[in-house]
């Protein structure tokens, strides 16, 4: 049932950074028997540098408008589960690429959550600041009341990906059945 309901469409994951879209989005291929694609990494297999590499040399606005360029193209063939960056549904643009020609999954977690996964490499442009909890706090209450345009939300938290990509798979499904709600566990 979860695999009809996406038809020819791709299943898009978007969250915060740590929220799990990668690791998450890549079972659910597996489950779905779909291919899975990141963004990111497709992003930096065109440009050729590394995400850090792209905002230190062009800066966040041009990032943004490669990273709109190359989910616009993801996004025309499917089906696949794709996994996008933090940002990139904050765009209006790219949101509404999602919305209209794909089906939305929002991994949501709380800030405990996401500080615990995110603080353990120094990877994230985002949160190179002086207090990056601080960042990444106020980067939640930014992003989340858009976030939740999403079509289906499920709660990322401390538990093993397994569930976390049983739970978004039954999601699916019962968003199939016209159960447009989500319980949350």
Known sequence: ?????????????VGLMGAGKSAIGRLVAQMLDIPFVDSDHEIER???????????????PEFRALEGRVIKRLLKTGP??????????????????????????????????LWARVSKRDSRPLLKT??????????LDKRY?????ADLTVWSRDEDKDIIASETVM????LGRGQDTVPIP
Do not use: C, H
């Not at 049932?1 to 994951?13: D, K, T």
């Not at 065109?46 to 966040?60: D, N, T």
């Not at 002086?130 to 980067?139: G, K």
């Not at 009341?145 to 345009?149: D, E, Q």
């Open 1 to 13: 049932m979860a695999r009809r309901v996406l038809g020819q469409r791709n299943l898009v994951f």
């Open 46 to 60: 065109v440009s050729r540098m590394s995400i850090p590499e792209l905002f230190e040399a062009y800066g966040e």
């Open 80 to 113: 696949r589960v794709l996994s996008t960056g933090g940002g990139a549904f904050m765009n209006d643009t790219i949101r509404t690429m999602v919305l209209n020609d794909g089906l939305s999954v929002w991994l949501k977690a709380d800030l405990d959550v």
């Open 130 to 139: 002086a207090n990056p909890r601080q960042t990444l706090s106020d980067l």
């Open 145 to 149: 009341p858009v976030y939740a345009k």
């Open 171 to 174: 999601a699916l499904a019962r």
